[in-house]
């Protein structure tokens, strides 16, 4: 089975921090996710890639920026941290785009900013 | 605009009652749909892929049926247990939007012993 690991269950940090969220995944895959979730909003979209060094931007990218210098680790960066940006984040990874590819998430970490 | 919607939010059902989960869905044209259970404070589990040529999907229990032209998907869990209690969430890959996923609020699911 695919893993996707994330690098923290939970994470504390102070505003203005800068935070580094790591996610590995065990297999080839060439798609790479991170959402966040929250209470009443759902899971909302950040920045995705395809492919080594390339990167999208999703729903809510503001105050965020991404990292994927390697095909298996995609690094989810906040650049200053804000208290707004409390949050459960949560990664995925897919094969491919075709019909049978599904997607696989890793624990998610839970993301304290005091 | 894309989108994913699950009705009811909420459900409490005794253990040992079969119920249905539903997801319905706004444009027709998708890759594919998948269901996730994801328990409290943790990441989601993957359930059921359905592609978008096919009608339904079993596992277990669990009973995913699939139609794009009326936009909808159910999850049948036969004879629920305590241990089914979780939110089961429903999203869609919709063809053009480059297999991004898009989800549902999700049902929280209560099986009371």
């Known amino acids: 089975d695919v893993k996707v690991t994330q690098s923290s269950r939970y994470l504390v940090k102070r505003t203005g921090e800068k935070v580094f969220l790591e996610c590995v995944q065990d297999m080839d895959h060439e798609n790479m996710f991170w959402y966040r979730q929250d209470p009443g909003l759902g899971l909302r979209l950040i920045y995705f890639s395809y492919d080594v060094k390339m990167k999208e931007k999703g729903d809510i990218p503001e105050g965020y920026s991404v990292s994927r210098e390697k095909k298996e680790r995609f690094s989810l960066i906040l650049e200053s941290a804000s208290t707004n940006q409390t949050s459960m984040y949560l990664c995925a990874s897919s094969l491919g785009w075709a019909f049978n590819y599904g997607y696989t998430f890793g624990s998610g970490t839970r993301l304290t900013v005091v | 605009k894309q989108e994913v919607t699950q009705i009811p939010a909420a459900l409490s059902v005794p253990e040992g009652e079969n119920l249905v989960l539903n997801c319905s869905f706004t444009?027709?044209?998708?890759?594919?749909l998948q269901w996730f259970r994801q328990d409290p404070g943790k990441g989601l589990t993957s359930l059921l892929l359905?592609?978008?040529?096919?009608r339904e999907q079993t596992s277990g229990r669990l009973n995913a049926s699939l139609d794009k032209s009326s936009g909808r998907s159910t999850l049948y869990i036969a004879a629920s247990q305590p241990g089914d209690s979780a939110t089961y969430l429903c999203a869609v890959s919709f063809s053009g939007n480059t297999g991004k996923l898009i989800f549902g609020q999700g049902t929280t699911l209560q099986v009371k012993p």
């Open positions: 359905i592609q978008s040529s096919q």
């Open positions: 444009d027709s044209a998708i890759y594919n």
